[in-house]
């Protein structure tokens, strides 16, 4: 029988297999000898020890197609990051730093402001100015109104998507707008495990309908780039693009040089200043780390 690993947790993987429902499984002893570890969205096989209490094994981990570290999980198609529009005001750095770290491991992301009903048009307009050249699709929604819901579950449709976000950006409602089986799902794993929760720390997926999973992530309040060479980060920030071939001199880092054609799009508007300002703090916090 082949099913999705949706939590893992205490050594038991949660396998989701559609029209069953959800087994408690334990990893085979191979997988600790072949240094192996399951990981959340894997797509596996397992032998069943118990239909009526749902146990099992897990026998193998099915080939995978991605794999993230941060957070560490398996077969992710896209990201959807979620921060309010406002009340807590976006920490936009933030949300930078998650879009490089996406785009580093070749996710496609979905930005998602929340709390729509509290804000007012001028300032959504302002978060669409700002990111409508990243190359990442911005919608807009309410938990509480069920504004964009639909939106967002059209987009979730045969794929895995990884949920992200701070804390106190309507992160868990709106997964319960989207998901309502989500609730459900993790008090059937609490009860198994005796755990409350606090089992949120973990990564964890939900099965939306059909081939579509979501899976949740604890909440962050900041985010370290991995290791790269100073060089690299402009790649992450697509909107560059276009505007690189008039720099004066091959291999600018659109710093401290004269004559930069990004930066010259920035002071014309063509490219949004806040996008900017982020990525010169970030390329001056890889060339202090490579100093060390």
């Known amino acids: 029988m082949t099913g999705k690993i949706i939590k893992g947790i205490a050594g038991f993987y949660y396998v989701h297999v559609v029209g069953s429902g959800v087994y408690e499984c334990k990893a085979k002893g191979i997988f600790r000898k072949e240094k192996i570890k399951p990981l959340v969205g ?37 990201a959807l990051v979620i ?46 100015r700002i990111y409508e050249g990243c190359q990442s699709r911005v919608l807009f929604t309410s938990a509480r109104t069920q504004e964009g819901i639909p939106e967002v579950r059209a987009l979730l449709e045969g794929k895995t998507t990884t949920v992200a976000g701070p804390s ?12 309502p089986k989500a609730q459900m799902e993790t008090g059937e794993i609490s ?11 973990h990564s964890e997926l939900f099965h939306v309908g059909g081939s579509a999973y979501l899976m949740d992530t604890p909440g962050f309040s900041s985010l370290y780039l991995p290791e790269m060479e100073k060089e690299e980060l402009q790649g992450y920030f697509p909107e560059f693009t276009g ?34 300002e982020t990525y010169a703090e970030l390329l001056q916090e890889v060339k202090d780390r490579r100093k060390y």
């Open 42 to 78: 894997d797509n596996v096989e397992i032998t069943i020890l118990d239909a009526e209490e749902r146990t099992g094994n897990l026998v193998r981990i099915l080939p995978r197609q991605n794999t993230l570290v941060r957070p560490a999980v398996a077969n992710i198609d896209q």
């Open 83 to 128: 921060f309010a529009v406002s009340r807590p005001k976006p920490n936009l750095n933030l949300l930078d730093r998650f879009l490089v770290m996406m785009r580093m491991q070749q996710v496609e992301t979905l930005i998602c402001f929340n709390k729509r009903d509290m804000a007012t048009e001028e300032e959504c307009e302002a978060l669409r």
């Open 168 to 179: 106190g950006v309507g992160k868990s409602s709106l997964i319960n707008r989207i998901c």
């Open 191 to 201: 009860r198994k495990i005796d755990r409350g929760k606090h089992t949120t720390r």
């Open 243 to 276: 505007y690189e071939p008039y720099c004066r001199f091959q291999g600018c880092l659109h710093d401290r040089e004269p004559d930069c054609g990004v930066k010259e799009a920035v002071e014309e508007g063509k490219i949004s200043r806040e996008r900017y």
